[in-house]
């Protein structure tokens, strides 16, 4: 158990249709990063927060937006869903924002978009 | 730009037989490198990094990497395969002169180890 927490572990929804991803970091981390990862593309980094600041934004969609709240918790929303964002969405969290640190993952939510 | 790259998307080995995850990277300047495994329906699991020192990195469950710089590689290795090893297995890097850039990942490799 690394320690970070997602809810739900899965998810199914229709096209069209917003969802809330939630994430708990590791007790002490700040840093808060979230990734995508499907058969066809690997595991995609989509954006990272630390204490509450956008760090670095990757390949994220405009349909896609996240925030990390006060308490450290990250919500990734994800609007107008298509079929083709059916992943799994993976949280990962780290002590500091980048350097020598380890990010530790979440167990993920499978997103299912029909 | 960094990135890496892990050249075979399957590897399959015998039980009891040394294994080997091969990665290759690239960044301007020195590099952070990391090993990450992955379970079925699971989140990435670390099993170690190489910041700076001994090229010979030891990590979680008897798995190893090695630095060569010259190549620019990070092998995963292990000297006797287990069953359990089954899982994708994820290389990454940072630049250490990048700041606070997220890593980046390899395309993974399935690896498979036969009873």
């Known amino acids: 158990d690394s320690g970070v927490t997602q809810t739900p572990k899965h998810l199914i929804t229709a096209t069209g249709q917003r969802v809330t991803l939630r994430c708990s970091p590791r007790?002490?981390?700040?840093?808060v990063y979230w990734y995508q990862q499907s058969l066809d593309q690997g595991l995609q980094f989509l954006i990272q927060?630390?204490?509450?600041?956008?760090?670095a934004k990757g390949n994220i969609l405009e349909r896609f937006s996240a925030q990390q709240f006060p308490d450290l918790h990250s919500e990734l929303n994800l609007s107008s869903l298509e079929l083709g964002d059916s992943a799994l969405y993976f949280c990962?969290?780290?002590?500091?924002?980048?350097?020598?640190?380890?990010?530790?993952f979440g167990p993920g939510t499978r997103l299912t978009v029909l | 730009a960094q990135s890496v790259a892990q050249p075979e998307d399957q590897v399959n080995v015998a039980e009891g037989n040394p294994l080997t995850v091969k990665c290759t990277y690239s960044?301007?300047?020195?590099?952070?490198l990391f090993w990450y495994v992955q379970y079925p329906n699971r989140g990435l699991q670390f099993l170690l990094k190489?910041?700076?020192?001994?090229?010979l990195v030891k990590g979680s469950y008897g798995f190893e990497a090695e630095f060569n710089k010259s190549q620019t590689s990070f092998h995963l290795k292990k000297p006797s395969a287990l069953v359990s090893d089954s899982a994708l297995y994820f290389c990454?890097?940072?630049?250490?002169?990048?700041?606070?850039?997220?890593?980046?990942f390899g395309k993974g490799t399935r690896l498979s180890v036969i009873a």
């Open positions: 990962a969290s780290s002590s500091i924002a980048g350097g020598t640190d380890t990010q530790y």
């Open positions: 007790s002490g981390d700040l840093s």
């Open positions: 927060y630390y204490n509450g600041e956008e760090r």
């Open positions: 960044v301007s300047g020195n590099p952070y």
């Open positions: 190489y910041i700076t020192g001994d090229n």
């Open positions: 990454a890097v940072r630049a250490s002169n990048s700041g606070n850039t997220p890593l980046v």
